[in-house]
Every structure is written in structure tokens, then in C-alpha cells.
Nanobody, 124 residues
Framework: QVHLEESGGGSVQAGGSLTLSCAVS????????MAWFRQASGKEREGIAL???????SYRDAVKGRFTIARDSAKNTLVLQMNNLTPEDTAMYYC??????????????????WGQGTQVTVSS
């Protein structure tokens, strides 16, 4: 059974760092696109970082230079390293994967497998 489970969220002050992890079960994470999304209160869910099956990473401008997406193949885990956090980064963070063989998209509608989310709160 395919399952994604995020961990690592929490509360930090502005300028701090957090590392989110997404444990993948039921398939090999390195074989397909995976992405991180976030949803702030009252806002739509947005893709912020994705990594394709060739390990090419892309980032939204809002997080470029501060966040890093990576795979830990040994642990079959997706990681999001977040540095220099700001209050605008406060949101529920989700990992997601599209169907096998799919391209990496920014739109949430392209993703069929989602974790339950982990909350990140950044205070000023």
C-alpha cells in the first residue's frame, strides 16, 4: 500500500531552520517525481519544490535559495531543508507524488498521493 508520512514540523523564530522528512512506503521514491506543497490558512495549496526521477530540482521563487529538496534513497525518504525561515513560511506542509511515469507539475491536481501534512509555524 502506498503511503507518505511527513515529520519534522514545528515552531521556530524567524531566521531559523527546520528539516522536513517524508517517509515513503509502497514504492521507491527515487523512481518518480516527488514534491513539497504548502497551504497557509485561508490560501490555496501551492507547490514550492519538486524533484524529478533524474533528481533535477525546481523551486518557486518564494523559497529559492532558502529551501533544498533532496532524496535519501537509503531511507526511501524525501527531505526538505528549510533555512532562513520567515513568518510568511507559516503553513501546513505536504509531500506528494503523481502517478507513475507522470511529469512533475506545480499544480496540486496532478498529484494523487499525499501525506497528512506537518505544521510549520514561524514567529517574528
Amino acid at each position: 500500500q502506498v503511503h507518505l508520512e511527513e515529520s519534522g514540523g514545528g515552531s521556530v523564530q524567524a531566521g531559523g531552520s527546520l528539516t522536513l522528512s517524508c517517509a515513503v512506503s509502497g514504492y521507491t521514491a527515487s523512481n518518480r517525481c516527488m514534491a513539497w506543497f504548502r497551504q497557509a490558512s485561508g490560501k490555496e495549496r501551492e507547490g514550492i519544490a519538486l524533484i524529478d526521477s533524474h533528481n533535477f530540482a525546481s523551486y518557486r521563487d518564494a523559497v529559492k535559495g532558502r529551501f533544498t529538496i533532496a532524496r535519501d534513497s537509503a531511507k526511501n525518504t524525501l527531505v526538505l531543508q528549510m533555512n532562513n525561515l520567515t513568518p510568511e513560511d507559516t503553513a501546513m506542509y505536504y509531500c506528494a507524488s503523481p502517478p507513475p511515469g507522470s511529469w512533475c507539475y506545480w499544480a496540486p491536481s496532478g498529484y494523487t498521493i499525499w501525506g497528512q501534512g506537518t505544521q510549520v509555524t514561524v514567529s517574528s
